[in-house]
């Protein structure tokens, strides 16, 4: 059973009701970490509030006025923006977090507000009209008020691509709404020399959200440990000076490039490689809560049954049966039973990542082979790098061909080998065992059903071969790296 720590009130019959969120609640190594990130942000702060005091009191925040420049910022800070929301929506289809959702559409909300109203308007090298800078304004805004809402959010989706691309739509349309009260609003950017009020407030509302938003995620960082809120604080971090510049400058017209647009694309930055790491870590714990699964199921079939056969026994010798015939039965029962144990916690030790997986594999095949029925040959190149989602199904690949030769070969040799042929990485399970006339028909068994689902689930190419008397091979081609 897996008991998710952002949902731990639901499961209090099971891990307690004790919930501080104090630093004394907190496992040592992660409140470790959690002031280490602290002092690293507090640093950051110091720095760039210390860095754009002394730009103002220069007057050195005025921008340059670069079009060409200012059209490159844009349309940079739109792909990144693009690309982060892409990733965010692929994380929630995975988790299906609400928060997950609401930082998708802040995303989408940024680049879409900056493809329509600040890239696509100058394209013709005409001059952005007010209305655009203020709809890419008010698209700034949505999305933000979108980021900060997010990490104060901890419920989840039943039906996330429904959620998905309604939310998308909405933000779309409601860009749309705000370009056309812009437009019926006529408001200017200037009042006279210098920038209008209802501009500074704008930014200053912004920068508002994004202290907001920073501040939700170093909470989050601090009650959870997730590696992807530190990095949305200190993202957040970033804009929030971002947006600290444009209140200070004196100056916009829509062509000049800004201090702040740097700090900006830097944060988009940070976010890309935030994201992307997070993606991967959903991948992971998708395919472990699998693995869990499916181990849990074979526990069940498996060491439950030997369990069950112990227990009868025990229950014909208080009724009466004799000692000399039930005693071989229950020595057998035990030993199947302890030998499925073992495979089970290395298949859960490979899964869960708490052990290196040639490590896990070498221990299991010097578990299955201490009785010396079966003699494995193990050949594992280092340059093989396996994705978590292929180690855990490689493993159980392994594992039940492994099976299959000693329970049903008759197999005294086997060979696992995992290497690059041809540019390819290749795992192979060969025997020695009886094999078979029809590989066809023999694929029809479960154990074979389900090494082939295995390698489907990782995108890998599933051969087998075989021949009476000539020993039993299976082939995975598995994915480009």
């Known amino acids: 059973m897996i008991v998710d720590d952002e949902d731990a009130l639901r499961h209090s019959a099971l891990i307690g009701r004790r919930c501080d969120a104090d630093e004394s609640g907190m496992q040592p190594a992660r409140a470790d970490t959690y002031r280490s990130w602290l002092l690293g942000e507090l640093l950051l702060v110091g720095v760039l509030a210390l860095a754009t005091a002394a730009l103002w009191l220069a007057g050195r925040l005025d921008g340059y006025d670069l079009p060409e420049a200012r059209l490159v910022v844009d349309t940079t800070v739109a792909v990144v923006a693009g690309i982060v929301a892409i990733l965010a929506a692929i994380r929630f289809l995975v988790e299906r977090r609400t928060m997950d959702l ?7 909300a940024a680049a879409l507000g900056a493809l329509a109203f600040q890239i696509a308007p100058v394209l013709g090298g005409d001059p952005l009209r007010t209305v655009d800078r203020w709809a890419g304004v008010g698209s700034q805004l949505a999305g933000a008020g979108l980021l900060a809402a997010a990490p104060f959010v ?9 959620a998905l691309a309604a939310t998308v739509a909405g933000v779309a349309v409601g860009l749309g709404w705000a370009w056309a009260g812009f437009r019926s609003l006529e408001l200017d950017l200037v009042a006279g020399d210098e920038r209008s009020a209802a501009l500074v407030i704008a930014y200053g509302v912004l920068a508002l959200l994004a202290l907001v938003a920073a501040i939700g995620f170093g909470l989050r960082f601090r009650r959870f440990g997730r590696d992807l809120d530190s990095w949305l604080a200190l993202a957040l971090t970033l804009v929030l000076f971002a947006d600290l510049h444009f209140v200070l400058t004196q100056t916009l017209t829509g062509s000049e490039v800004f201090q702040g647009d740097f700090l900006r694309l830097l944060a988009y ?8 790491r997070a993606i991967g870590q959903a991948e992971f714990g998708r395919a472990v809560a699998e693995e869990r699964g499916r181990v849990a199921q074979e526990i069940h079939d498996g060491l439950a049954q030997y369990l069950f056969a112990i227990s009868t026994h025990v229950s014909m010798l208080e009724g009466g049966a004799a000692l000399e015939q039930m005693l071989p039965r229950l020595k057998q029962a035990a030993t199947a039973a302890q030998e499925e144990a073992r495979f089970a916690v290395l298949a859960l030790s490979s899964a869960s990542g708490t052990a290196p997986f040639d490590a896990a594999l070498r221990r299991y095949v010097e578990v299955l082979t201490a009785d010396g029925a079966l003699d494995v040959e193990l050949e594992l190149d280092r340059a093989v790098t396996l994705a978590p989602d292929e180690q855990i199904e490689i493993f159980r690949i392994v594992q039940e061909g492994l099976a299959n030769a000693r329970r049903h070969a008759d197999a005294r040799r086997a060979w696992v080998t995992i290497e ?11 025997d020695d065992g009886i094999g078979f006339a029809d590989p066809a028909v023999e694929a029809a068994g479960q ?5 082939r689902r295995r390698a489907a689930a990782i995108e890998g190419g599933f051969t087998l071969s075989s021949s009476p008397d000539g020993g039993t091979a299976i082939e995975i081609v598995l994915r480009a790296a």
Not at 102 to 108: E, W
Not at 154 to 162: A, D, E, M
Not at 423 to 430: A, E, F, S
């Open 447 to 451: 154990g074979l059903r389900s090494m």
């Open 102 to 108: 609401l930082l998708s559409a802040g995303f989408v």
């Open 420 to 430: 690059h042929d041809a540019g390819r990485r290749v795992v192979r399970v060969r």
């Open 154 to 162: 901890r419920s989840r989706i039943r039906q996330p691509r429904k």
């Open 269 to 276: 930055a940070l976010l890309l490689v935030g994201v992307w």
